[in-house]
C-alpha cells in the first residue's frame, strides 16, 4: 500500500507556471506506472498526462502536450507535472495516481487502471 500526497497547487495568471508534486510514502515508488488526471467543476475526471513504471515513456491528453512534462525523480520518491503556458482552462483540481503494475515499461490512460489517489491539488488560473 502507497499514500500519494500532491503539492503544488495554487492561483496563477494565464501564461505561467507551476509545477506539482507527487511524493509517496508507505514504499518505494519508482517503478510504479504514474498518471496525473483533472476534474473541472461540473465535468467528468480527464487524464493529462502518464509515465512508464521502467524507462521514460510518457503520454499527454492533446489538451497538454508541448506545455506539460510528467518526470519523476527516483532518489526523492517523487513524481512531478511541470505546468507552462497555463490557461483559464487548465484550472482544475489535480490528482496524480499509482498503477499497482510495478516495473511495467507502458503507461496507462484510464482512472480506474490506477489503484491509488492523492487527495487532488487546486490550480486556478487567472484570465
Known amino acids: 500500500q502507497i499514500q500519494l500526497v500532491e503539492s503544488g497547487g495554487g492561483l496563477v495568471q494565464a501564461g505561467g507556471s507551476l509545477r506539482l508534486s507527487c511524493a509517496a510514502s508507505?514504499?518505494?515508488?519508482?517503478?510504479?506506472?504514474m498518471g496525473w488526471f483533472r476534474q473541472a467543476p461540473g465535468k467528468e475526471r480527464e487524464f493529462v498526462a502518464a509515465i512508464s513504471g521502467i524507462g521514460m515513456n510518457t503520454r499527454y491528453a492533446d489538451s497538454v502536450k508541448g506545455r506539460f512534462t510528467i518526470s519523476r525523480d527516483n532518489a526523492k520518491n517523487t513524481k512531478y507535472l511541470q505546468m507552462n503556458g497555463l490557461k483559464p482552462e487548465d484550472t482544475a483540481v489535480y490528482y496524480c495516481?499509482?498503477?499497482?503494475?510495478?516495473?511495467?515499461?507502458?503507461?496507462?490512460?484510464?482512472?480506474?487502471?490506477?489503484?491509488?489517489w492523492g487527495q487532488g491539488t487546486q490550480v486556478t488560473v487567472s484570465s
Open positions: 508507505g514504499r518505494t515508488f519508482s517503478t510504479y506506472p
Open positions: 495516481a499509482a498503477s499497482p503494475r510495478i516495473g511495467s515499461g507502458t503507461y496507462y490512460l484510464n482512472d480506474y487502471e490506477y489503484h491509488y
